[in-house]
């Protein structure tokens, strides 16, 4: 296949084939393949627009300096996976340190204020569902953030996320349950917690 029949749609093994034998269209089009579900893995992780910005455009330039000793002993989104996981979590760990030296953790700020979860109403839209969810996920710590995140999200299997962050299949289903039982306290007088066991 020449280089002007690859597209976004070429199998992952044609385009990295391409890239290694000098094709920078190649590597475009695998960003422009990957680039959305990337920064939406990332954006889950770190919350914050900017950070998932820029940490999804450390992962594709770490990806282009990694991609030619890419040698298919795993699938290609597991490879890529793995490095937009580790990436966001040492960035979490980062911003934890941070935050831990110049004292300016402030609990209240931390949790978002959780009243208002006490508030829920099994009426409320889904885009209150999100946002909800969205900061009982923040308080995880940042290995069960990412497992919850791929398992429920991603729909990734265990034996998936334990190639990704290189631990047991055992201590992925261990991180999610322990997950969904902290999510629990804050949505477990609501319908939501319900929606999210069955993924278990």
């Known amino acids: 296949m020449t280089d002007f029949e690859l597209n976004i749609n070429s199998d992952d093994e044609l385009l990295i084939a391409a890239f290694k034998a000098g094709s920078q269209n190649a590597f475009n089009l695998i960003v422009r393949k990957y680039q959305k579900r990337i920064y939406m893995l990332i954006r889950k992780m770190v919350i914050d627009h900017d950070d998932a910005d820029d940490i999804t455009q450390e992962v594709f ?3 282009y300096s990694s991609l030619n000793s890419f040698r298919g002993d795993s699938k290609f989104f597991t490879y890529l996976y793995k490095i937009a996981v580790n990436y966001s979590i040492n960035h979490l760990n980062r911003k934890n340190k941070l935050a831990k030296r110049n004292s300016e953790f402030d609990e209240t700020n931390e949790f978002h204020s959780f009243d208002s979860i006490n ?5 409320a839209d889904e885009k209150n569902r999100s946002e909800i969810l969205k900061e009982a996920i923040e308080t995880l710590p940042e ?8 398992r429920y999200y991603d729909n990734l299997s265990y034996e998936e996320i334990s190639k990704i962050l290189e631990k047991s299949v055992g201590g992925m289903k261990a991180n999610y349950f322990h997950a969904l039982k902290k999510i629990g306290t804050c949505l477990k007088k609501n319908k939501l917690f319900e929606n999210v066991l069955h993924k278990i």
């Open 119 to 123: 508030d829920f109403s099994e009426n």
């Open 61 to 63: 330039i770490k990806l």
């Open 143 to 150: 290995q069960q953030r990412a497992v919850f995140i791929m």
